[in-house]
């Protein structure tokens, strides 16, 4: 059996991903560049978490950014057991790309140009590259539509997008021209245990326990298409597992087709953490869209996938993570 080669390793869905993988018996080789965007002791947490749980020899970790296509290029040719590749690093965050714009055509431009090589390069070892793009390609909408694979993306309202589109069009470009199978899939409001710190429902959660104010974007009323990241990763290997039958480039949605108000999301949290959230209602922020609806009937049609967990549900097994890691009154120390 070959090694899957798993980019952002350290990140959120990339930590479950390979956690995943590692559970039915995959070897995984994991790269991430650890940077400060958030505290890296998370992104180290997350890694002590799988090294303690794989098997000897079945996880490997490389510290290396993506945007250094020399070190990319090598660590694919030194490795040829290498045989598939989900590449999920890349620079989220939308409104932060208003701040450092360079964070991000580094790691998703040049960054999916690095794997993109190192895939071709491969000569047909690889046999499938899997990589990550985002609901953010579909710009905004107010008429409440479903965002469809085949919908025009054309007018993307912030940096981050912008620079995931470029990522998908540089996969369309080198199936065309080498050949090299490879599936793009959207993602659609990841949340869950392990996330990041920068999505609402950790802003939310954090303000709450400390009895701080949570900002709601124009004024609250916000509908996300909250997707569950074990859902996500189901979804992830289901692509991956399938290279295209034809050798070519297929883009999916991975969401959970059910988008839920902003509000009731916040209510769900009262309710977990028992603590009424004081609310300041702001404006709509540049780059953020009011609405993601995700049109998930090509995963179903092509690999049987469908989202299981409820919003009410995963933000459970999120508290409970978060009142196992952090100190809480209760708790005498973290996980």
């Known amino acids: 059996m070959g090694r899957v080669l798993v980019t952002g390793a350290a990140g ?4 479950h991903l390979c956690r995943e993988l ?12 650890m940077n400060p965007y958030y505290d890296p002791a998370l992104k180290q ?3 002590a978490a799988l090294t303690g749980d794989a098997p000897p020899g079945a996880f490997e970790f490389h510290q290396m950014d ?3 296509a020399d070190a990319v290029l090598g660590l694919m040719k030194d490795r040829p057991d290498i045989d598939r590749v989900a590449h999920l690093g890349a620079q989220a965050g939308v409104r932060w790309s ?12 040049t960054g999916q140009l690095s794997i993109l090589e190192g895939v071709r390069r491969s000569e047909g070892r690889i046999k499938h590259l899997v990589y990550a793009s985002t609901s953010s390609v579909y710009g905004s909408r107010t008429d409440g539509s479903q965002f469809r694979e085949t919908d ?8 981050y997008a912008a620079t995931k589109r470029a990522g998908e069009l540089m996969g369309i470009v080198y199936n065309d021209l080498y050949k090299l199978p490879m599936t793009g899939v959207r993602f659609f409001t990841v949340y869950g245990p392990w996330g990041r710190p920068d999505m609402a429902y950790w802003l939310f959660t954090d303000a709450m326990l400390k009895g701080k104010p949570i900002r709601l974007f124009n004024e ?4 996300r298409d909250f997707t569950y990241v074990d859902d996500i990763v189901t979804g992830i290997v289901a692509a991956l597992d399938h290279p295209p039958a034809d050798g070519g480039h297929r883009l999916y949605n991975i969401g959970n087709s059910n988008p839920e108000e902003l509000m009731d999301l916040i209510g769900i949290l009262e309710e977990l953490l028992g603590v009424e959230a004081k609310k300041e209602f702001l404006p709509m922020q540049p780059g ?14 092509d690999f049987g996938w469908a989202p299981t967990t409820s919003l009410r549900t995963g933000l459970g097994h999120f508290v409970d993570w978060w009142k196992g890691y952090f100190p809480m009154p209760g708790n005498k120390e973290a996980a």
Do not use: Q, W
């Open 12 to 15: 959120f869905i990339g930590a």
């Open 22 to 33: 590692l559970r039915r018996g995959d070897t995984v080789v994991g790269l991430d560049n």
């Open 45 to 47: 947490a997350r890694l």
């Open 66 to 68: 993506l945007a250094d």
């Open 98 to 109: 208003l701040e450092a714009p360079f964070a991000y055509t580094a790691a998703n431009v």
């Open 152 to 159: 025009r993306v054309d007018k993307p309202v912030s940096l």
């Open 220 to 223: 609250g009323k916000m509908r």
């Open 288 to 301: 953020d869209v009011p609405a993601t609806f995700a049109d998930v009937s090509a995963m179903k049609r």
